[in-house]
C-alpha cells in the first residue's frame, strides 16, 4: 500500500508543480527521454550558473517524473552551481540506493523515498536529477 505521505507528496507536486514551462530567459537546457515508460523531460536553466541556480522544466511524463522534477527545481534554488551539482548527484544517488530517508533532506524529498518499494519507477523519478546533473556538468 502507497503511504499517505508519499501520495499526497506525490499528487501535491505532480499537479501544482513548481517552474513547470518554458522560462521567458534560458541559459542553457537539456532534454531526457526514458524509451521504458515514455516519460520526456528538458530542464531548463534560467540564469548564469555562475550567479546562481534557477532550473525549470518541462514535461510529458508521470506523476512521479513530473512531482520529481518540480521537487527539484524547487530544493536546488538559489544554489550555486559546484553546491547544486553535488546536491543533486547526492539526491540521484539517494533515489537509485532507496535511502533518502539516511539523508538529512527536507520533507518534501523524503515523499521520493517510497520508490526503492517500485523498483520500476526509479528511473521515472531519477529522470529530472539525471538531466540536471548532465545540463550542469
Not at 499537479?15 to 516519460?39: M, T, V
Not at 506523476?63 to 522534477?69: E, L
Not at 546536491?87 to 515523499?111: P, R, Y
Request: charged share 20%.
Amino acid at each position: 500500500m502507497v503511504s499517505e505521505l508519499y501520495k499526497n507528496q506525490l499528487i501535491k507536486q505532480g499537479h501544482n508543480p513548481y517552474h513547470f514551462g518554458k522560462p521567458k530567459n534560458i541559459y542553457s537546457s537539456d532534454e531526457s527521454f526514458n524509451p521504458l515508460c515514455g516519460d520526456k523531460i528538458t530542464i531548463y536553466q534560467s540564469t548564469d550558473p555562475a550567479e546562481q541556480i534557477n532550473l525549470w522544466f518541462e514535461s510529458v511524463s508521470c506523476i512521479i517524473c513530473s512531482a520529481s522534477a518540480s521537487i527539484l527545481t524547487k530544493e536546488s534554488e538559489g544554489l550555486m552551481k559546484d553546491e547544486a551539482l553535488e546536491f543533486i548527484m547526492e539526491v540521484e544517488t539517494a533515489i537509485k540506493s532507496g535511502s533518502i530517508l539516511v539523508n538529512e533532506f527536507s520533507d518534501v524529498l523524503n515523499c521520493l523515498d517510497e520508490i526503492k518499494n517500485y523498483p520500476s519507477r526509479t528511473t521515472c523519478a531519477t529522470l529530472p536529477w539525471s538531466t540536471a546533473i548532465k545540463l550542469l556538468r
